[in-house]
T-cell receptor, first 116, second 112 residues
Framework: DARVTQTPRHKVTEMGQEVTMRCQPI?????VFWYRQTMMQGLELLAYFRNRAPLDDSGMPKDRFSAEMPDATLATLKIQPSEPRDSAVYFC??????????????FGPGTRLTVL | AQSVTQLGSHVSVSEGALVLLRCNYSSSVPPYLFWYVQYPNQGLQLLLK??????LVKGINGFEAEFKKSETSFHLTKPSAHMSDAAEYFC??????????FGSGTRLQVQP
């Protein structure tokens, strides 16, 4: 049963520390998305990649957030330095986008980040 | 530009009653529409999607949704609610080669 995996599932850190979240997309998928979910803002798209190239990162605070795909099996989202307002659940999703935007995205279980 | 409005952040129904979750969208291009469900402490799972063709779409767990272009709506229904349907439901729109834009979600409570 192929699924998206995310590590860690939970992270508690102190303000100013670096946080790295990892995602393993489903093998064969060519598109990876990063979302953030908070009570106040709901689900927000942070960035997404197709064939490992960044297509859109306009939802990401550029000064502290960075997203990369070192290879096809790993996507990372890094926050440096972290702030309390970054506390949220971060979801990774992957999909096989062939014809446009009608293709399903498969979500990972999320990383619950708490910044003290 | 795309947007989604979900009417009602909380909906409560009795077990066995009709479930109706409302979704209206805005899109400058022909939309692809999705409903996702999120159970506590889990990621989102696709319930159903509309891309082209038949406007009444059937999904998993007995849910279905109807695309009504004239009303820019994509409401989710289920004839008879089950306790296990209690979750948060998200409507989403995609179009113009962009990622999904989600609504704010509707939390469904099912009363015994």
């Amino acid at each position: 049963d192929a699924r998206v995996t995310q590590t860690p599932r939970h992270k508690v850190t102190e303000m100013g520390q670096e946080v790295t979240m990892r995602c393993q997309p489903i093998l064969g998928h060519n598109t990876v998305f990063w979302y953030r979910q908070t009570m106040m803002q709901g689900l927000e798209l942070l960035a997404y990649f197709r064939n490992r190239a960044p297509l859109d990162d306009s939802g990401m605070p550029k000064d502290r957030f960075s997203a990369e795909m070192p290879d096809a099996t790993l996507a990372t989202l890094k926050i440096q330095p972290s702030e309390p307002r970054d506390s949220a659940v971060y979801f990774c999703a992957s999909g096989l986008v062939l014809t446009g935007d009608g293709d399903e995205q498969f979500f990972g279980p999320g990383t619950r980040l708490t910044v003290l | 530009a795309q947007s989604v409005t979900q009417l009602g952040s909380h909906v409560s129904v009795s077990e066995g009653a009709l479930v109706l979750l409302r979704c209206n969208y805005s899109s400058s291009v022909p939309p692809y529409l999705f409903w996702y469900v999120q159970y506590p402490n889990q990621g989102l799972q696709l319930l159903l999607k509309y891309t082209t063709g038949a406007t009444l779409v059937k999904g998993i767990n007995g849910f279905e949704a109807e695309f009504k272009k004239s009303e820019t709506s994509f409401h989710l229904t289920k004839p008879s609610a089950h306790m296990s349907d209690a979750a948060e439901y998200f409507c989403a729109v995609s179009g113009g080669r962009r990622a999904l834009t989600f609504g704010s979600g509707t939390r469904l409570q099912v009363q015994p």
